[in-house]
T-cell receptor
Framework: GAVVSQHPSWVICKSGTSVKIECRSLDFQATTMFWYRQFPKQSLMLMATSNEGSKATYEQGVEKDKFLINHASLTLSTLTVTSAHPEDSSFYIC???????????FGPGTRLTVL | GDSVTQMEGPVTLSEEAFLTINCTYTATGYPSLFWYVQYPGEGLQLLLKATKADDKGSNKGFEATYRKETTSFHLEKGSVQVSDSAVYFCALSQGAAGNKLTFGGGTRVLVKP
């Protein structure tokens, strides 16, 4: 099956710094990728839809200047958490959609801890 | 807006026991319904899906039936194995799984030998 990777798997940073998370489709080209956020013991919440070569579509309530998404190639999307604060600590998960299929393939997630 | 509610875990049971995880939804129109599974250290995987009322999705011994009258999509397995220990997520989309997904909170299942 299609494989999606994320890097790093976990990261700890100081408040005020920026952190970049990568999402890669390893064996297929993904025109659409999704970024989710999961709080402890809570549901996955869609943050944004990332389309290759165009601006991301953010869900209501998600700050686009805070969570920068770039989908510059068909195999890579990045999420940058800018000026991170402790409340940004969370588990971030990406998924990729295979063209022609109606299924999303998920990455293993990245745990961000902001001190 | 759309929402999914599933039973809270953890659910702990013995090998070969019967498993049921309840899932109900609120949505406009006729959503597609999904169950995803997340094994330790891995990404979510699609377990099964149903796209219209009365459809039954099945995979790896798991089954779920799309019940529009009760807005439910309960997951069942007749005889669980230790390898079924995972977190299970119920989800819906207004369209195919390639479209935006709305997830339930997840249910952790632990199967003991």
């Amino acid at each position: 099956g299609a494989v999606v990777s994320q890097h790093p798997s976990w990261v700890i940073c100081k408040s005020g710094t920026s952190v970049k998370i990568e999402c890669r489709s390893l064996d297929f080209q993904a025109t659409t990728m999704f970024w989710y956020r999961q709080f402890p013991k809570q549901s996955l919440m869609l943050m944004a839809t990332s389309n290759e070569g165009s601006k991301a579509t953010y869900e209501q309530g998600v700050e686009k200047d805070k969570f920068l998404i770039n989908h510059a190639s068909l195999t890579l999307s990045t999420l940058t958490v800018t000026s991170a604060h402790p409340e940004d600590s969370s588990f971030y998960i990406c998924s990729a959609r295979v063209p022609g299929f109606d299924e999303q393939f998920f990455g293993p997630g990245t745990r961000l801890t902001v001190l | 807006g759309d929402s999914v509610t599933q039973m809270e875990g953890p659910v702990t049971l013995s090998e070969e026991a019967f498993l049921t995880i309840n899932c109900t939804y609120t949505a406009t129109g006729y959503p597609s319904l999904f169950w995803y599974v997340q094994y330790p250290g891995e990404g979510l995987q699609l377990l099964l899906k149903a796209t219209k009322a009365d459809d039954k999705g099945s995979n790896k011994g798991f089954e779920a039936t799309y019940r529009k009258e009760t807005t439910s999509f309960h997951l069942e397995k007749g005889s669980v194995q230790v390898s079924d220990s995972a977190v299970y997520f119920c989800a819906l989309s207004q369209g195919a799984a390639g479209n935006k997904l709305t997830f339930g909170g997840g249910t952790r299942v632990l199967v003991k030998p």
